[in-house]
C-alpha cells in the first residue's frame, strides 16, 4: 500500500509556542490530504480538507487561523498549531489520497504535549 | 444527515473465540465501506467495500458489505491478542475530496 509519514512523531512545548507538523506521500502523489485530531478514547474527528495548490477546507468548528494548513506540492502539507495552549494536546493524524490511491492511506500521527 | 453507527461499542472475548463487528450506515451517495485497526498509533487500512455480497479476506479477517440493508461485518476467526485494537469503520459518500464518514469505533480486547 501507499506509504505516509508525519514529522515529528512527538511534540512537547511550551504554552503560545507554534508547533509545525509534516505529512509526506512517500510513493504516491496525493492531491488531496486530510488533517485529524483524536482525543483519549474518542474516534477521529477531520479538522480539515486541503488539496494542493488551493485553500484548505475547515470543518465546523475549527478555527482556520489557529490551525494553519499548507499543501504547497503534491507529496507535502503542513498543519501549524499557533499560540498552542494545553487544550490542543491531542494525538494529530494525516491521511493522503490521489491518483490510483482508492482511499485514504494514514500517516503514523504526531502527539503534541502543550505544557 | 449522513452517519455511520458502529456496534458493539466495546468487546471482551477469550483468545480462539470468533467475533463479528458491525456497521450501519446512511449516506446519500455511497461509494465504499472501509475497514480500519487502529491500535496505540494512527488507523492501519484493513479492507475497502464497494459491491454486495462479495467477501474480503485477509488471514483471520474478513469482511462483507450488504447495501440493500446498509450494513458491513467485519468478522475475526481465533482471536490472539495481537488483534486487540479499535476497528473503525468509515464511508466514502462520493463527495468532493473523498472524505470519509467515521463510525465511533468498536474497541476490541482479546485476553489470553
Known amino acids: 500500500g501507499a506509504v505516509v509519514s508525519q514529522h515529528p512523531s512527538w511534540v512537547i512545548c511550551k504554552s503560545g509556542t507554534s508547533v509545525k507538523i509534516e505529512c509526506r506521500s512517500l510513493?504516491?502523489?496525493?492531491?488531496?490530504m486530510f488533517w485529524y485530531r483524536q482525543f483519549p478514547k474518542q474516534s477521529l474527528m477531520l479538522m480539515a480538507t486541503s488539496n494542493e495548490g488551493s485553500k484548505a477546507t475547515y470543518e465546523q468548528g475549527v478555527e482556520k487561523d489557529k490551525f494553519l494548513i499548507n499543501h504547497a506540492s503534491l507529496t507535502l502539507s503542513t498543519l501549524t498549531v499557533t499560540s498552542a495552549h494545553p487544550e490542543d494536546s491531542s494525538f494529530y493524524i494525516c491521511?493522503?489520497?490521489?491518483?490510483?490511491?482508492?482511499?485514504?492511506?494514514f500517516g503514523p500521527g504526531t502527539r503534541l504535549l502543550v505544557l | 444527515e449522513d452517519k455511520v453507527v458502529q456496534s458493539p461499542l466495546s468487546l471482551v472475548v477469550h483468545e480462539g473465540d470468533t467475533v463479528t463487528l458491525n456497521c450501519s450506515y446512511e449516506?446519500?451517495?455511497?461509494?465504499?465501506l472501509l475497514w480500519y485497526k487502529q491500535e496505540k498509533k494512527a488507523p492501519t487500512f484493513l479492507f475497502m467495500l464497494t459491491s454486495s455480497g462479495i467477501e474480503k479476506k485477509s488471514g483471520r479477517l474478513s469482511s462483507i458489505l450488504d447495501k440493500k440493508e446498509l450494513f458491513s461485518i467485519l468478522n475475526i476467526t481465533a482471536t490472539q491478542t495481537g488483534d486487540s485494537a479499535v476497528y473503525l469503520c468509515?464511508?466514502?459518500?462520493?463527495?468532493?475530496?473523498?472524505?470519509?464518514?467515521w463510525g465511533l469505533g468498536t474497541s476490541l480486547a482479546v485476553n489470553p
Open positions: 510513493d504516491f502523489q496525493a492531491t488531496t
Open positions: 468509515a464511508v466514502d459518500n462520493a463527495g468532493n475530496n473523498r472524505k470519509l464518514i
Open positions: 449516506v446519500t451517495n455511497f461509494r465504499s
Open positions: 491521511s493522503a489520497t490521489g491518483g490510483d490511491q482508492e482511499t485514504q492511506y
